[in-house]
């Protein structure tokens, strides 16, 4: 209850942080727009030339499409802004006023996680939600009250996974502040956009059990197209579980770790 | 003017840029993944069915090409212009006796050494694991040449002026990232010109973007004929002399409506 608490108080401060500067409003706006351009049309060009790729069709890649942008809507809105104030360039720990932090009576992690917010990436979650109801509409299959359920927990898998993912990649600037690793996992994510089927053998097999960013993105969208078996879905779901667990050990390993920057 | 100030700056600033050299090159992956996943797509779409004509290795080499291409002609610069105009920077530039256009030719060279490090040996790699195929022919890798250094004449100015607009607007920068989704969209880098629905491809003739980046390689990589080649060269130069122009306008307008804040 607590921590709904903050969180809310969290997104707030946020708030009237970022609505105080009202041109960064319309440049979100510009750019969210931009970026459901750009993915629809990408999608329309590449299907104007085949109707299928490995067995994705327009509808489906189009779902995907909506699961990539919904995923990276909530990375904009608060995972990737609360990680990046620790471990981004510049951040707490490059500048030594992760002291601070760490004395909050909060747990750590929790604090690092959900600490700011960029709330006009709502705009972006909004068109996420509109290209998915474009590919159900697409889609025009009889949507299985099955599908939707195993479509919604895949979803949270894939949100979790990504969230895991962050964490643990944030986690290394304990062991190494030079290198920019939350900026790798920047860059691999974009490989979502599009199904693991579609990458050569060796590359499907890393972006699925190494740096799981397909795994985020095509599993709910196999889901959404009743394409799922029951084996995948379990198997995700344990990975899910292992990598949050994982993720959250190397966390609390850095914070070991840690010597202050200051003293 | 003193050129001889120029070229010192220039050497001085790529050989800081050297020391950081880690930075540059997790910079240089990050440009260079998302032409590689549009390879990896159309690779597999080629693997299904014929694409008018391309086959898995010209497009590995059309890809390739462009990579190096893309990071050659990629203006780094002007996305700290902006920055540099709000924080009062340029007053100590505009003292100095040469041009300030300097401070962004040297920080341009700078970055093409650092890139060059990283990319050149990266795509021999990747040249390994894809198979590109060339089909070259003397007249026209001699006419690669003009075309790649009014590319990038083209596209640094062009995103000069755009960030000089800073003079102005507070938030000039989205108009460059506005330029970089067009570049994605009609200069090649979703898919080779040729692959775009018509409507696409007579903008992308028109526009300035395509002489940007897909132009040179497609000369490169035996895309076009003869006619083409001539006809695209002198669109590209008369594009390239309008971006001067409009730069040497807003530079001289906006220095005029300067006033700095502060030393």
Not at chain 1, 161 to 184: K, Q, R
């Amino acid at each position: 209850m607590q921590g709904l608490r903050l969180i809310f108080e969290f997104f707030k401060v946020s708030t009237q942080a970022e609505l105080a500067y009202r041109a960064n409003f319309f440049i979100r706006f510009l750019n969210a727009i931009l970026n459901l351009v750009t993915g629809v049309l990408s999608l329309t060009v590449i299907f104007n030339q085949v109707d299928s790729i490995k067995g994705w069709d327009l509808p489906s890649a189009m779902a995907l499409l909506g699961v990539y942008l919904l995923l990276a809507a909530l990375r904009g809105l608060f995972i990737g802004p609360s990680l990046e104030s620790v471990a981004g360039m510049d951040g707490e720990i490059w500048q030594g006023t992760f002291d601070f932090t760490l004395l909050r009576p909060v747990d750590k992690q929790f604090l690092i996680s959900f600490r700011h917010w960029r709330v006009l990436m709502l705009f972006d979650l909004c068109l996420a939600l509109g290209v998915l109801g474009y590919a159900i509409h697409l889609m025009q299959a009889e949507l299985t009250l099955l599908a939707v359920l195993g479509f919604i927990i895949t979803l949270i898998a894939g949100v979790a996974l990504l969230y895991a993912a962050l964490l643990a990649f944030s986690a290394l600037v304990f062991w190494n502040s030079g290198f920019l690793f939350t900026w790798i996992i920047n860059d691999l994510f974009q490989l979502a956009r599009y199904p693991v089927e579609l990458y050569p053998g060796w590359l499907r097999l890393v972006l699925t059990w190494i740096i799981p960013v397909g795994l985020m993105t095509t599993i709910p969208a196999q889901a959404l197209s009743g394409k799922l078996s029951w084996q995948w879905l379990i198997l995700t779901l344990l990975f899910t579980i292992g990598a949050l667990i994982g993720a959250s050990w190397l966390f609390r390993q850095g914070l070991k770790k840690y010597t202050s920057a200051s003293s | 003017m003193n050129h001889q100030g120029g070229w010192e700056l220039i050497k001085n600033t790529w050989q800081s840029w050297l020391q950081h050299r880690g930075f540059f090159f997790l910079l240089a992956f990050g440009w260079m993944l998302p032409l590689l996943v549009y390879l990896m797509i159309w690779s597999a779409a080629a693997s299904e069915g014929s694409l008018t004509g391309l086959s898995q290795d010209t497009l590995a080499g059309y890809y390739l090409v462009l990579v190096l291409v893309n990071q050659l002609t990629y203006a780094t610069t002007n996305w700290t212009v902006g920055d540099n105009i709000r924080m009062g920077q340029i007053s100590r530039w505009l003292i100095q006796p040469m041009s300030p256009l300097y401070h962004a030719l040297s920080s341009e060279i700078a970055g093409k050494v650092v890139f060059m490090l990283f990319s050149v040996p990266v795509t021999a790699v990747l040249a390994l694991i894809f198979r590109p195929q060339f089909n070259l022919s003397w007249q026209q890798s001699l006419l690669f040449l003009p075309s790649i250094v009014l590319a990038w004449a083209l596209r640094f100015f062009w995103g000069y002026w755009l960030a000089l607009l800073a003079f102005w607007a507070t938030r000039a920068d989205s108009l460059l990232a506005l330029q970089d989704t067009m570049i994605f969209l009609l200069g090649g880098h979703l898919a080779p010109i040729r692959l775009l629905p018509n409507w696409m491809q007579s903008l992308a003739k028109i526009l300035p973007f395509r002489y940007m980046s897909a132009f040179p390689v497609e000369i490169l990589t035996g895309f076009l004929d003869k006619n083409e080649i001539f006809s695209g060269l002198l669109i590209q130069l008369g594009w390239t002399i309008t971006a001067y122009l409009l730069y040497r306008l807003v530079w001289i307008r906006g220095v005029r409506h300067y006033e700095a804040v502060g030393g």
